[in-house]
């Protein structure tokens, strides 16, 4: 299914959302954030399209190639630990986001950027799960 023109309404949304949710963030830590989130959802089509974004954004091949294993990585800056341990737990909801990884968010985020790193997180959620449900595969577009 193409979502986008079988629904554009809730397609151009989603969109919408996305532009916003990115306003103010650092565009590198937003293709990290969106890339680790794709990992843990299996969603190969974002997977490949974030990298894609990510390399234009600067970040190395190596931080793509580790991001996978960032908790074993000293390639990651506190900052960006704490928005990947946010990511995940925000992504991985069941488990739900413990205090600890809240407040170490809050250290290195202010308010304002701390609602846009979760906007970030669940609007990417969004996008994996339109993305994998409807079996969009990387190189279709």
């Not at 299914?1 to 990115?22: I, T």
Request: net charge negative; charged share 25%; hydrophobic share 40%.
């Amino acid at each position: 299914m193409n979502f986008s023109q079988v629904s554009p309404k809730v397609f151009r949304a989603v969109l919408a959302l996305d532009a916003a949710a990115r306003d103010g963030l650092d565009p590198v830590l937003v293709e990290l954030v969106n890339i680790r989130t794709s990992q843990v959802n299996s969603c190969a089509y974002c997977i490949d399209y974030h990298t894609g974004d990510a390399r234009r954004a600067g970040e190395s091949e190596a931080r793509i190639y580790q991001l996978s294993a960032w908790h074993e990585s000293s390639l990651y800056t506190p900052k960006e630990r704490a928005a990947l341990a946010l990511t995940e737990a925000v992504t991985l909801l069941p488990q739900g986001v413990s205090d600890d990884v809240y407040a170490e968010a809050e250290k290195h985020f202010d308010e304002k950027e701390l609602a846009q790193l979760i906007a970030l997180i669940f609007t990417v959620n969004a996008w994996n799960r339109m993305n994998t449900t409807t079996r969009k595969t990387p190189g279709t577009e």
